[in-house]
């Protein structure tokens, strides 16, 4: 049976790892601890296809451990036992080196089944992870490890790995095999950085190739529409779908349209509807605010018309949103206050209801029939001076004005209405 191209590139050395030079650069704190043939728990956190695994391998080559690999998806706890059984005997004499993938998957008693082996050393813990293991990995675990953070590779970085699997498949085919200029770096801006899904996909580009006079070539074209939307990092439920919510809402506030329509035609290419609606009305009440109100309505209106028709013509009235709070004034203060007073309600801050806003019903009771509500609409403009918060709270200031035009408008009018400053 053909290896596959993705484990025959696979490299041997960390010279040869593609990315990763926070990590691997000479004199490196992961790299001196693989040289030196390190006995550490370890912990590798990142995006898939960035070498976690190729890493692990060059780990167990450096002990004298015997390596077991588990994927956590498919792994359980008799698995985990039937390794330990292992420990000491003529099949891991010098101990296990267990490199377990997705570790995410495992709940706490399969990880907390570790722990002791971990702490005697006769176990080497080498986790790897796609989601945040702060959140997914048990804290006795972690406390015993050390977390290495990997990052999505480059199109500049990944480019000369594409070129030497190019080489190979060229090696290995039975007609002449060339390439277009321009394919190589095609297909390593389209991995999104995953160099194994840029090997498939050189892989897949052979397979498709059609043959011509005898020869085989690799065309520009091809190479688009077999890399197509492979950029394309996003799960619904892990840290890559709320990245980019993230990164949608905070380049909105920053008041950029471009990065805003970025994220959302990221959100939309991978067909997620639903979470850029909710998010855009959430910016239009938290970042917007006040400095523009209307904000909110015209959000409502274009999230109602994008739910109404659907993709892929939901993008424009979106995009109408995203753009109009991008380039809108911005104010937090309404965002502020609620959160001021939610903050001094959890503090135990509350107190009675002043009488005169009780409700009418209290009059009834026969103990005091006097509300003494002032209707502000019997009095001149509207207003009278009143107390409505709590005596508890009664000096508290949760609301301040914003400097845009909308609320110092309104300041201006209640500051003649109240014939004083506020």
């Not at 993938?101 to 971990?118: A, C, R, V």
């Not at 065309?219 to 779908?241: N, W």
């Not at 709320?242 to 290419?269: F, M, N, T």
Request: hydrophobic share 40%.
């Amino acid at each position: 049976m053909k290896r596959p191209l993705a484990d025959e590139i696979r490299p041997k050395n960390l010279d040869e790892v593609v990315g990763q030079r926070h990590l691997l650069a000479p004199g490196a704190v992961l790299r001196r601890l693989i040289e030196k043939g390190t006995d550490a728990n370890m912990v590798f956190y990142g995006p898939s296809g960035t070498g976690k695994t190729t890493i692990a391998n060059i780990v167990a080559e450096k002990t004298n451990k015997t390596l077991y690999r588990l994927n956590a998806t498919t792994a359980s706890l008799q698995d985990i036992k039937d390794i330990i059984a292992d420990v000491g005997t003529l099949l891991a004499p010098g101990g296990v080196l267990l490199y377990l993938d997705e570790i995410q998957y495992f709940n706490k008693k399969q990880q907390q089944s570790l722990l002791e082996f971990m702490e005697n050393g006769s176990l080497t813990l080498i986790a790897s992870t796609t989601e945040n293991p702060y959140f997914y990995v048990y804290s006795a675990l972690l406390s015993r490890s050390t977390v290495f953070e990997f990052k999505a590779v480059t199109a500049q970085e990944a480019e000369p790995a594409v070129l030497r699997a190019l080489k190979i498949q060229q090696e290995r085919s039975e007609l002449p095999l060339s390439w277009e200029d321009g394919v190589p770096l095609q297909i390593a801006t389209a991995c999104g950085g995953d160099v194994r899904k840029a090997i498939n996909a050189v892989e897949l580009l052979y397979e498709a190739a059609e043959v011509k006079k005898g020869a085989l070539h690799l065309t520009l074209e091809d190479a688009r529409q077999v890399a197509q939307r492979s950029a394309m990092r996003y799960d619904r439920d892990g840290d890559q779908h709320y990245d980019i919510l993230s990164a949608l809402q905070k380049s909105i506030r920053g008041s950029d349209p471009d990065a805003a329509v970025h994220y959302l035609a990221r959100l939309l290419e991978a067909g997620d509807l639903l979470s850029p609606c909710r998010r855009l009305l959430v910016i239009a009440a938290e970042d917007v605010g006040l400095a523009y109100p209307q904000a909110i309505v015209v959000t409502k209106a274009c999230v109602d018309a994008a739910l109404q028709v659907g993709l892929p013509e939901a993008r424009l009235p979106l995009a109408e949103a995203a753009v109009l709070l991008a380039t809108a004034p911005k104010s937090n203060t309404a965002h502020n206050a609620i959160i001021a007073a939610m903050d001094d309600l959890k503090k135990g801050k509350s107190g009675e209801i002043p009488r005169c806003l009780q409700n009418v019903h209290a009059d009834t009771t026969g103990f005091d029939n006097r509300q003494n509500y002032l209707y502000p609409h019997d009095f001149p403009n509207r207003w009278v001076e009143q107390q409505y918060l709590p005596d508890a709270l009664k000096n508290a200031r949760y609301y301040e004005w914003g400097d845009n035009k909308t609320e110092q408008t309104a300041k201006a009018y209640w500051e003649k209405i109240k014939n004083r400053k506020l």
